[in-house]
């Protein structure tokens, strides 16, 4: 079975600086997919960003990007220039190329402070 | 359009009581999940529907859940015999492929408690 950890179960950082949120899972698989997730206070969950297993090169979307460290199981995601409005819970899941299913870390609560 | 949406938003149960929660995903999309979410918790894969058909319902905690989704579009998950372990939020996310990673779109989910 798959497992996702989240180290960080709360994290902050002042407006406009850089913030590293940490992932690690554990999968016997080779092909796979992995996502962060942001949970604003009270509202819905959204996609941040996606990395295919099989892919070297890191994702990256606007001030988003990730760290994908295949042989160390690790998927981090770095946030620049945060905003307010980045505040929220971020969740990290892993999903099998074939699955439905998708495994979540139980989540970093972030604050971003004026 | 819309984004998938889920009703009640709250539902308040006593304990024994049976529960249903609907989900109404994007329309034309062809997948649809249950995850449950405990308070300070990560979601927990409930359920996956491709169409009509139920491909996994591996997450499902007990023969007290059941999941159905008869037209290939709206989503019931209904909880009979309600415990207090079972009060959670109950999200519902649908994407638009089938047999591939597409991308999930959540609801806002269905808060239960059970007294």
């Known amino acids: 079975a798959q497992t996702v950890t989240q180290s960080q179960p709360e994290m902050s950082v002042q407006e406009a600086e850089t913030v590293t949120l940490s992932c690690t899972y554990d999968t016997s698989e080779s092909n796979y997919y992995l996502f962060w997730y942001k949970q604003p206070p009270s509202r819905q969950m959204i996609l941040v960003i996606r990395?295919?297993?099989?892919?070297?090169q890191n994702a990256t979307e606007n001030r988003f990007s990730v760290n994908f460290q295949k042989a160390a199981k690790s998927f981090s995601l770095k946030i620049s220039d945060s905003q307010l409005g980045d505040t929220a819970m971020y969740f990290c899941a892993f999903r099998n190329t074939n699955a439905g299913k998708s495994t979540f870390g139980d989540g970093t609560t972030l604050t971003v402070k004026p | 359009g819309a984004g998938v949406s889920q009703s009640p938003r709250y539902k308040v149960a006593k304990r024994g009581q049976d529960v249903a929660l609907r989900c109404d995903p994007i329309?034309?999309?062809?997948?649809l999940f249950w995850y449950q979410q405990a308070l300070g918790q990560g979601p927990e894969f409930l359920t996956y529907f491709q169409n009509e058909a139920q491909l996994d319902k591996s997450g499902l905690p007990s023969d007290r859940f059941f999941a159905e989704r008869p037209e290939g579009s709206v989503s019931t998950l209904k909880i009979q015999r309600t415990q207090q372990e079972d009060s959670a939020v109950y999200l519902c996310a649908s994407s638009l492929l089938a047999g591939e990673i597409d991308t999930q779109y959540f609801g806002p989910g269905t808060r239960l408690t059970v007294l």
């Open positions: 329309s034309g999309h062809v997948s």
């Open positions: 990395q295919e297993a099989y892919k070297q």
